[in-house]
């Protein structure tokens, strides 16, 4: 009963209304009170103007005579004297009740100038409160400006107020409260339950799914025009949803099985000039001399090493389309992993007669992504540049944060490519993969960045033309607390 839908309803509606209703009774408590204050401010507000001109301050013994006096008529109000500056010259609270020595001067010339009421002012003897007052300037006995200061809530009423206040503010708000809370809880139960006897059986409903066209039958059947009517219906073509996405799957997996022919095709022409180069060692051995033997040699590893990369790349890729290793992002610093990836291809690079170049290490970039992940988008860039530039050009890899984001990009030098390919670019069936014998193109290097990024939700942009270069340029999330700097960084240009 306690995990039922109603129950909870029920539970979180009370404690709402009692929230609502303590709030509701603590704005109404300070609105008297504040109204309270405002009016007797407004009936005293001529209270020391009128003392101070119908008594004499000329001496210290008249002033203390004038305030004893005022305490023995009015004991809620509370007089001062103050100096020109707020200092306190004389007081009528007893000894040690004074915790003030200066009273601010801002809101008694405010109230002199005819601010709008209440206006509140520092209590000397309530260190850290403000209450409503009445001033009045004066002539002191030696001929100095200064001020009658009349706190009109003495430390004795703010007491007694403070105690009658909060027991009939506990006591009319317990029983408002109360009244209140148990009417509109009967009202929210009786309306609860019929909505939770609808929901039960829409939850039956659900429990008994039935197949897709089961589900869009129903959906045109019910024509609830209500909330719970309209629930009903979505949940319908959610199974209309599951039926598109099983089409979905089926067509993804069309897409891997015309994957699966293009690498078998791809395969076929290294694997039969591998053939061939064995074979004619095999059957030529005895009339070849060494240095045919070595670059037939030679080739045959090349073409042994191109096979096992294909290979490798379809697993990975295969992998990666099945989502069985999701990105396992965490913090790391882009500068680094660039030094590291420049290292690890320098031996490439040079064979390739090509200039690596990663520039200076400077400020620590931090990314949020999968870091071994975006090692392998780098990599796969960087050997895709290599193979695609000439000798004596250059790749350059740089990174800058942009905003909250980290921009990344691999430049090269290389031959470029033709714009009516850089739409498919990226696709299984890019023109791009069709040159078997083109040492520099084919493979599923760009399919695997392409996923990879997939996978971080960011993309990856092109830009290239035949003679000038290709640049890659993708994006990935600063970490947070490297974000919340909104500092740019050049690592390289």
């Not at 405010?110 to 309530?126: E, I």
């Not at 309209?230 to 039926?243: C, E, K, N, P, V």
């Amino acid at each position: 009963m306690l995990n039922s839908l109603y129950t909870r309803i029920a539970v979180s509606f009370a404690v709402i209304l009692a929230c609502f209703g303590g709030a509701l009774g603590g704005l109404g408590y300070n609105a008297a009170r504040t109204h309270q204050q405002e009016v007797s401010q407004s009936l005293s507000r001529g209270l020391a103007a009128h003392i101070a001109e119908h008594n004499r301050l000329a001496g210290r013994a008249d002033v203390e005579a004038l305030f004893d006096m005022l305490m023995s008529v009015n004991p809620q109000i509370e007089v001062y004297l103050l100096d020109a500056g707020g200092r306190i010259l004389m007081h009528s609270a007893p000894d040690g009740h004074l915790l003030l020595e200066r009273v601010g001067l801002a809101p008694l010339k405010a109230f002199l100038a005819g601010a709008r009421l209440p206006v509140f002012a520092d209590n000397p003897r309530r260190a850290g409160r403000q209450d409503v007052f009445s001033v009045a300037p004066v002539v002191r006995a030696n001929g100095e400006p200064g001020y009658l200061y009349v706190v009109l809530a003495g430390e004795a009423y703010v007491q007694m107020s403070e105690s009658a206040g909060l027991s009939y503010a506990l006591s009319a708000g317990f029983w408002l409260g109360c009244a209140v809370l148990c009417g509109a809880l009967v009202a929210g139960l009786l309306v609860f339950r019929g909505i939770t006897r609808r929901i039960n059986r829409l939850a039956e409903q659900v429990e008994s799914f039935m197949p897709a066209e089961a589900g869009c039958a129903g959906a045109q059947s019910d024509g609830g025009k209500d909330e719970i009517g309209r629930l009903q219906a979505s949940f319908s073509r959610m199974s209309a949803t599951i039926a598109r996405q099983i089409d979905e799957l089926k067509r993804q997996d069309t897409l891997r099985r015309e994957l699966i022919a293009n690498v078998s095709h791809d395969l076929r022409t290294p694997l039969t000039a591998l053939h061939n180069y064995l074979e004619t060692l095999q059957v030529h051995a005895d009339r070849l001399t060494d240095d045919a033997r070595a670059d037939f040699l030679g080739r045959a590893v090349r073409q042994s090493q191109g096979v096992a990369r294909l290979a490798q790349q379809l697993f990975e890729l295969a992998r990666l389309e099945c989502e069985e290793s999701p990105p396992e992002p965490e913090d790391f610093c882009i500068n680094e992993l660039l030094q590291d990836i420049r290292h690890k291809m320098a031996f490439a690079a040079e064979a390739a007669g090509v200039a690596l170049d990663a520039g200076a290490a400077g400020d620590c970039l931090k990314v949020h992504a999968d870091i071994g992940l975006i090692e392998r988008v780098l990599t796969n860039l960087i050997d895709n540049a290599l193979r695609s530039t000439p000798r004596g050009g250059t790749v350059r890899l740089g990174a800058r944060q942009t905003g909250d984001t980290v921009e990344i990009d691999v430049v090269d030098s290389g031959r470029g490519i033709a714009p009516e390919l850089l739409p498919t670019l990226f696709a299984r069936t890019s023109p791009l993969r069709s040159h078997g014998n083109d040492p520099s193109r084919g493979g599923l290097g760009l399919l695997i960045v392409h996923r990879i990024l997939a996978l971080h939700r960011t993309a990856i942009d092109v830009d290239s033309a035949p003679g000038r270069g290709t640049r890659f340029r993708f994006v990935l999330p600063a970490a947070s607390e490297q974000a919340s700097l909104g500092a740019d960084a050049v690592v390289a240009s």
